[in-house]
């Protein structure tokens, strides 16, 4: 299978070659391919994949409320264009999406049915992103995932882990709520679904839930550190763009397919243990 993968350097990137490095693998990422410029349709149509799998993105959340245009241009404009290529060479589109088009207005698991209403600019310029892949004819599933964290790239995990070697305590918000989610688990439904006849909305993320503070707080206990972690207000934490205050996705589809992953907690034991072992090898 020819697989064309956007995005091929970002954390998701990365952990989509490996699963996949047995196949024929065309990778997009920038400077040579933004998303944004007039070849992407040709560009993506001359490669001639089977599937292509849409990770590349403007993903900086206040950054977007900064320059929502750009966003906009990368997420919207620039899916757009990819989906039209997919339709031209009878691909397959996996689009990755975010838990962030929803508001967190209700407390109880968002499913691939709820309407979507973005409280900030990134979730919308995502959303639209929805839309035009929706829109395009294309054999398509759209892939809603959260609190995404890998080895690649910048991640709260990595944020976390760096923070306590240099801090004597660390703040953070304890009024959102939503699901971990591991590159590893994320990569492993996508190849399952990659083939199939699965189309629509999947929502994914590890099982269970938790709020940052919590997170942080179970970053530390796997780190067997006693750093205090300071729970604070989405107020306090200052930060340019809203966040849903609960963006939990529900895994109902994906309970039907038997493709739920791991537990949370399951899943960052095993990462955080990689990481230690990878930074003895290599202090």
Known sequence: ??????????????????????????????????????????DVAEARPDLIIHAGAYTDVDGAEREPDRAMAINAFGTAQVARAAVRVGARLLYISTDYVFPGTQRHPYSEDDVPAPINAYGLSKWRGEQVVAESGADALIVRTAWLYGSMGKNFVKSIMRAVQTQSSLRVVDDQRGSPTSVEDLAAVIKATAAGSVRGILHVTNRGDCTWYEFARAIVDEMNLEIPVVPISTVEAGRLAPRPPYSVLGQQRLARLDLVPRDWREALNQFVKAERALVAVHP
């Open 1 to 42: 299978m020819r697989i064309l993968i956007t995005g091929a350097n970002g954390q998701l990137g990365c952990e989509l070659r490996r699963v996949f490095a047995s196949e024929t693998l065309i990778l997009k990422d920038l400077p040579d391919f933004d998303l944004t410029g007039s070849q992407v349709e040709e």
